[in-house]
């Protein structure tokens, strides 16, 4: 075996041993990007300054369509002014003192975010001087995927928006997604367009709690109350929200959706809609059906009782079971990783023909 043989022998167990090591989650074990940085709260800070309180704590009962009960009990949270802070305008993690994260800027778990579940190692190699004004206070709307913005993050600055006792200019990555630009438009709000790493010289915290997957009540009312105020009625509408533009479509589900369309079914494309639209499809519909995704996160206009079908080719979270849990609606999960398209078909059919 000459020398380059044996090279690319050598190059391809490193390979193979990467790939198992990514698989299975052991990279977790070995944090990068903030495993020297410490975690600190509005409530430790002396110079913050509170702009909006929450009401007091409560507890909801979210159930799974296995019948496991849960109960999860929600702070109250705090909203609060802090100074000179470097911030990722897209997520809206926020950084004190070049190495401190700000608990409340974030849903997610401290412990998730110092195992790298996100992007921004950058942070603590620099910072933009993109935001120069230095009198006015400002405030994030995130650009995160849909589910998180739409669920987490927009009710916390809806929330900011209807109760800060000071007002505020609204900072949104440059590069927002089309849903961002939507939500700016229909409601008319102003806003300075930022690049992904800011310097903010004063910057309102909406005081998020490390609660996801679990959307809490007032968020969901905070959502609903925005955008249904023009009554939207149900008019017995079956969607299918399809997934045939993202790579993570399922191979089966061309087929799927051919079987549902001569059933009754309308196929919809949701992110091929504005989010007007979508908040009109799903406030219209009797019965949603859809792949696990961000997609089904529309499920938050839907009435109560409304009838939703996840279908699951391998189980990621329950995230849409408890926030369909929340909303009271009749929800069932498809574990679809051992079955053909017929026998997905077959199920839904099953479940669609139940009574309520």
Not at 209 to 226: H, S
Not at 230 to 259: H, Q
Request: with cysteine; proline share 4%.
């Amino acid at each position: 075996m000459n020398f380059t043989s044996l090279f690319l022998f050598f190059a391809n167990i490193l390979l193979f041993i990467e790939f198992v090591i990514k698989k299975s989650g052991l990279l977790r074990l070995f944090p990068r990007r903030y495993r020297n940085l410490e975690v600190s709260s509005l409530k430790d800070i002396p110079s913050a300054a509170v702009v909006a309180v929450e009401e007091q704590s409560s507890a909801l009962t979210f159930k799974s369509p296995e019948g496991i009960t849960e109960v999860h009990f929600f702070n109250s949270r705090l909203c609060g002014r802090v100074s000179s802070v470097v911030v990722n305008v897209k997520s809206g993690l926020t950084f004190i003192n070049g190495n401190q994260i700000l608990q409340e800027s974030s849903s997610w778990p401290i412990s998730e975010i110092k195992r790298d579940r996100f992007d921004g190692s950058y942070l603590v190699k620099g910072i933009s001087s993109n935001v120069t004004d230095t009198l006015e206070d400002a405030a994030i709307l995130s650009s995160q995927g849909f589910y998180h913005w739409l669920i987490e993050d927009l009710p916390r600055y809806l929330f900011l928006l209807e109760n800060s006792l000071v007002p505020f200019r609204t900072l949104v990555y440059k590069k927002k997604p089309k849903y961002v630009s939507d939500f700016l438009e229909m409601f008319d709000i102003k806003y300075k367009n930022s690049s992904r790493v800011a310097f903010v010289p004063r910057l309102l915290v909406p005081g998020k709690n490390p609660e996801t997957g679990f959307p809490n009540p007032k968020d969901l009312e905070i959502l609903r109350n925005k955008f249904l105020r023009n009554s939207l009625y149900c008019t017995g509408r079956k969607i299918y929200i399809t997934r045939a533009y993202s790579t993570r479509s399922p191979k089966w589900e061309s087929e799927l959706s051919s079987k549902l369309s001569q059933d009754g079914w309308e196929i919809v494309s949701a992110e091929r809609l504005t989010l007007k639209e979508q908040v009109q499809l799903f406030a219209s519909a009797s019965q949603i059906c859809g792949v696990h995704g961000a997609g089904l996160s529309g499920v938050v206009w839907a009435d109560a009782g409304t009838r939703v079908i996840e279908i699951e080719p391998e189980f990621r979270s329950n995230c849409f079971a408890n926030l369909s849990s929340a909303l009271n609606h009749d929800y069932h999960r498809i574990r679809s990783s051992k079955l053909s398209c017929l026998d997905i078909f077959t199920e839904v059919q099953s479940i669609s023909s139940k009574k309520y």
